[in-house]
């Protein structure tokens, strides 16, 4: 149990364009979803925090407006980076969390920006 | 002072013996914690969470928390090739707020 996946596990854009990703909770219902970011060789870092019919809590010195989230259902988020540029190329990942805050993560989106 | 503190390593092991992983977190008032594995270029995966004092096993791994000392642990007996990656160690503080520690990369010698 507590799968999560995320669509796509990799994408090519090029600079300027709009890139979304999909993180879906298969087989439970996800009260919270996370998305981070992880550059190769470094550790992982929080960009946001949904909660589903709310809007995202974004950390500090993430952009909200660069980086759109919604959680539409208890089961999906979505992040979509928005006029993706190079330094956006990264690790996408998103995780689920269930009763006593256990996260559970997807296999993660990689991004690379022409 | 990051939140949560883990050894970076390498932490070199050879197989068949045990790997010790350690972490140290600032926030008292921590509730849960957790270990979570992550292969490189893979994204974490969750070993084990604990939340009372003491030790609990699972197969091969067990953790060890020790609220007083704001101390947790994460023991790999028998280490395997397969064990080589990278252990995070993760905690839910009183803020409500999920901390990752930076990771420990173990690698495990044939």
Not at chain 1, 13 to 38: H, N, P
Not at chain 2, 9 to 35: H, K, M
Not at chain 2, 36 to 65: C, V, W
Request: aromatic share 12%.
């Amino acid at each position: 149990g507590a799968v999560v996946s995320q669509h796509p596990s990799r994408v090519i854009c090029k600079s300027g364009t709009s890139v979304k990703i999909e993180c879906r909770s298969l087989d439970f219902q996800a009260t919270t979803m996370f998305w981070y970011r992880q550059f190769p060789k470094q550790s992982l870092m929080l960009m946001a925090t949904s909660n589903e019919g709310s809007k995202a809590t974004y950390e500090q010195g993430v952009e909200k407006d660069k980086f759109l989230i919604n959680h539409a259902s208890l089961t999906l988020s979505t992040l979509t980076v928005t006029s993706a540029h190079p330094e956006d190329s990264s690790f996408y990942i998103c995780s689920a969390s269930v009763v006593q805050e256990t996260q559970y993560f997807g296999p993660g989106t990689r991004l690379l920006v022409l | 002072q990051k939140e949560v503190e883990q050894n970076s390593g390498p932490l070199s092991v050879p197989e068949g013996a045990i790997a010790s992983l350690n972490c140290t977190y600032s926030d008292r008032g921590s509730q849960s914690f957790f270990w979570y594995r992550q292969y490189s270029g893979k994204s974490p995966e969750l070993i084990m969470f604990i939340y009372s004092n003491g030790d609990k096993e699972d197969g091969r791994f067990t953790a060890q928390l020790n609220k007083a000392s704001q101390y947790v642990s994460l023991l790999i007996r028998d280490s395997q090739p397969s064990d080589s990656a990278t252990y995070l160690c993760a905690v839910y503080d009183s803020w409500g707020k999920f901390q990752f520690g930076a990771g420990t990369q173990v690698v495990v010698t044939p």
